[in-house]
């Protein structure tokens, strides 16, 4: 019936509490994929600590040191048995089954839904700020894009359309794939009561890193996914938001421009490879949804 995919990197304490979680909706669960991001020491022996109940549907995979956590999500994706696969990151982790069981019946019974987004919760289940959620309303809604911590996918659109940009390495990907989704006909749903548990792990973060890589990738999805004179318009502007958020945040960052330059430079025979412009209809609803949030209503059941 699902699938659960979770990534992870030098985080076992975060991990063994993920996977502690899943044992809440195992009568759901067909499988279990963790892929290990080459951390070291590497976690393949805390799998041992996971419940008794799920430990036989965990299967395992490491992938070589620098791939990164969408090239690992885009595996999961591939090796899922089921249409139905719920990503999770390491750091966070079920509260109940409610959560997960509301998700998969919104897919189910709606075809036209290729992703459904959870909402970010503290420990205790409390919501995250509203700011800081998918959307900031409290009614299930379509949304522009989900936050990556906790998403449910149906693989077959996932797959038809290509999975994340791995050149992405880190950050983005989740908006450059509702982009896309979008753009074939496809919704994203969120779930404001669908809480799931984000204990962020400081482990590996920097906000050099951080600042690099926002601007580069939304860059790269203009470039891939906007008409191109929309994107020659926009690529600067968000340049120089890399200025702005650097002074804002005062963050150290020296070289951090020519390094996104030099990034943007190598990534354009790619660019000029795969680029797929969307329609300036998909466009103009995707600004609609970020700042509006329609009521998402299931179409009735068919009569017997």
Not at 111 to 120: F, H, L, N, T, Y
Not at 153 to 167: A, H, I, K, N, T
Not at 194 to 211: F, I, K, N, Q, W
């Amino acid at each position: 019936m699902l699938t659960v995919g979770i990534a992870t990197r030098n985080r076992p304490k975060a991990l063994v509490r993920c996977l502690a979680s899943i044992a809440l909706i195992n009568d759901m669960v067909t499988e279990i994929i963790v892929v290990d991001d080459a951390s070291d020491p590497p976690v393949g022996p805390v799998l041992g600590e996971a419940p008794k109940a799920i430990a036989d549907k965990i299967r395992f995979m490491e992938q070589p040191a620098g791939s990164g956590y969408i090239v690992a999500r885009n595996a999961m994706m591939r090796l899922a048995s089921t249409e139905y696969v719920l990503l999770l990151d390491d750091d966070a982790y079920l509260i109940d089954a409610r959560a997960v069981r509301h998700a998969l019946d919104v897919a189910q019974k709606n075809p036209d839904v290729g992703a459904v987004a959870c909402a970010q919760a503290e420990a205790d289940g409390s919501p995250w700020p509203a700011a800081m959620q998918p959307s900031p309303v409290e009614y299930v809604c379509y949304v522009a894009a989900y936050i990556g911590f906790a998403h449910l996918l149906r693989r077959s659109v996932f797959l038809q359309l290509g999975g994340y940009q791995e050149s992405f390495h880190f950050y983005g990907e989740e908006k450059d794939y509702c982009l896309r989704l979008l753009n074939a006909g496809y919704h994203v749903v969120y779930l404001p009561h669908a809480r799931v548990a984000h204990v962020p792990d400081p482990s590996g973060r920097s906000e050099s890193r951080y600042l690099r890589y926002v601007v580069r990738n939304d860059c790269l999805s203009a470039l891939y996914n906007e008409p191109l004179l929309m994107a020659l318009l926009t690529v600067p502007l968000r340049l120089a938001r890399y200025v702005a958020m650097r002074r804002h945040g005062k963050v150290d960052d020296a070289g951090g421009l020519r390094w996104i330059l030099g990034e943007l430079a190598a990534a354009l025979p790619g660019i000029r490879r795969d680029r797929q412009p969307m329609r300036w209809s998909s466009i103009r609803r995707w600004r609609r949804l970020r700042r509006t949030w329609p009521a998402f209503v299931a179409p009735p059941a068919a009569s017997p």
